[in-house]
Nanobody, 123 residues
Framework: QVQLVESGGGLVQAGGSLRLSCAASGRTFGSVMGWFRQAPGKEREFVAAISWTGGSTNYADSIVGRFSISRDNTKNTMYLQMNSLKPEDTAVYYC?????????????????WGQGTQVTVSS
């Protein structure tokens, strides 16, 4: 069993930055981890994913060049550095873990989820 806890969300002005963290407990060895987000009235969407070693990453087109995903396996923690934030980035951000080593972008592929952290970007 894996437990995931996000932190670092908040209110920020457009153009600002935030760093989200996802602390994992349990067996995450070999797992791909990812970030998803869900805005009010919209479906949950893929943001970024990272392989176990951190050597492979994948990003949604909407955040390429602005967000960066990383992980520190010694701390069992994954991060999402978000720069140049826009109002359309406002959403609840969720971290997720996939028992497989496949870099997938669909939420149904992920086995474990955190409770989410709110990110609000004001214009």
């Amino acid at each position: 069993q894996v437990q995931l806890v996000e932190s670092g969300g908040g209110l920020v002005q457009a153009g600002g930055s935030l760093r989200l963290s996802c602390a994992a407990s349990g067996r995450t060895f070999g797992s791909v981890m990812g970030w998803f987000r869900q805005a009010p009235g919209k479906e949950r969407e893929f943001v970024a994913a990272i392989s176990w070693t951190g050597g492979s990453t994948n990003y949604a087109d909407s955040i390429v060049g602005r967000f960066s995903i990383s992980r520190d396996n010694t701390k069992n923690t994954m991060y999402l550095q978000m720069n140049s934030l826009k109002p359309e980035d406002t959403a609840v951000y969720y971290c997720a873990a996939d028992r497989s080593s496949l870099m997938r972008t669909v939420s149904a592929a992920y086995n474990y989820w955190g409770q989410g952290t709110q990110v609000t970007v004001s214009s």
